[in-house]
């Protein structure tokens, strides 16, 4: 009986193997192309930065990075060694250092890559880069990213700049001088002194415009980390920057629409024409002209008056008389203005005074011109001296 069924048992043994054989080919199959795809994929994405002369501190940052978000780290840092060609994985990890390895060489500047293409690992790569950029102990380097800390100042710059430039020659010491310290308590007691340190770098550089922020933030409890103080700092600017903004309008820009022009008196329109057309003496007009009109009482003593004192005289200075203009053609003789006045009646003085004048010396006395016995009403006309008689 046990004899008949072994055949059959043997039977859907050999299938059940055979059944799991295809389906461990088919998973390794499919894992094996998903890898060759990603890997494809992941060897032409490119890295934003190229090895130079004096980048690699930055570079080896942002590739060490990279290829670590890839899940090829090992490959640079030693923790995946080439296997021996007969292992069943030589194959897959010849392929990933191959890809690791493009990625480096593709990351350099065009006249480096002679230098490094022939290292067969990109551990091998990456070690002979380091060597060549990079040296943590070269006291100089250090020294000079030091100085160039000490000697940064915002300089009239954006705040931004300024702040940003300082962190960047940070960061360059830090990975030059990484913290010593071993236990958690020490390592946080050192970047808290270092922190505080760099604030007062930090503020010290800053503009004298912000003095008065800085004091702000030297006070602030618990004391700012640079970030902090920054964002403080970084605030205050901006304020500035819209109060300065906001008050670049002079208050007196509005006079010139209202037509003020300080200092440039007022003057008589002339009148249509510019000729007497009674008399054609080109100095008045119809309206003012005396020998139509009837000459002023005063006129008498001043044709005696200019006789004696004979030609030449009529600039002399002197007070002279206000004259206002009526609606009938008239003028009325005021008191003296107390300037020094050298015009004629045909255009204002050149004092400080909007009024028409008329030279006193040419006119009677202030007595005659303000008693009440005297006329105070005159016809508008030409100055005395502009009169010719025909």
Known sequence: MVSEQDPRISATMAESTLDDWTTKITE??????TSSQTSSNS???????????????????VVEMYISGKDKLG???????????????????????????????????????????????????????????????????????????????????????????????????????????????????????LQEDRVYVFLD????????????????????????????????????????????????????????????????PQSDGGKCTHCGNMKHTRETCFKLHGYPEWWNDFQARKKHEGPGTNEGTGKAAVAKQHNDGDIEIEKPCNMECTETLEKPCNMECNETHAPVSDMPSNDATTSDSSPSLVPDGPSPENITET
């Open 28 to 33: 390794a199959l499919t894992k094996v192309h």
């Open 43 to 61: 060897s032409n994405a490119p890295i934003g930065i190229k090895l130079g002369d004096s980048n690699y501190a930055l570079w080896s940052q």
């Open 75 to 193: 490959y640079i840092i030693g923790d995946s060694p080439q296997p021996l060609e007969t292992d069943p994985f030589f194959r897959k990890w010849r392929t990933e250092n191959a890809i690791v390895k493009g990625w480096l060489i593709n990351s350099m500047d065009p006249s480096l890559i002679g230098n490094f293409i022939r290292f067969p690992t990109a551990k091998q790569v990456w070690d002979s880069i380091a060597t060549t950029f990079f040296d943590g102990t070269d006291k100089s380097q250090v020294y000079d990213l030091r100085r160039r800390v000490t000697r940064m100042r915002q300089a009239g710059g954006s705040i931004e700049k300024y702040y940003n430039d300082l962190q960047g020659l940070w960061r360059e010491i830090d990975f030059r001088r990484p913290n010593p310290m071993k236990c958690a308590g020490d390592i946080q007691k050192y970047n808290s002194i």
């Open 205 to 268: 550089g800053l503009d004298d415009r912000l003095d008065k922020v800085r004091s702000d933030v030297l006070q602030l409890q618990p004391f700012p980390t640079v970030e902090q103080a920054y964002a403080h700092v970084r605030r205050e600017d901006i304020r500035q920057a819209v109060m300065t903004s906001s008050s670049d309008i002079a208050p007196g820009a509005v006079m010139p629409s209202r037509g003020f022009k300080p200092g440039k008196p007022k003057s008589k």
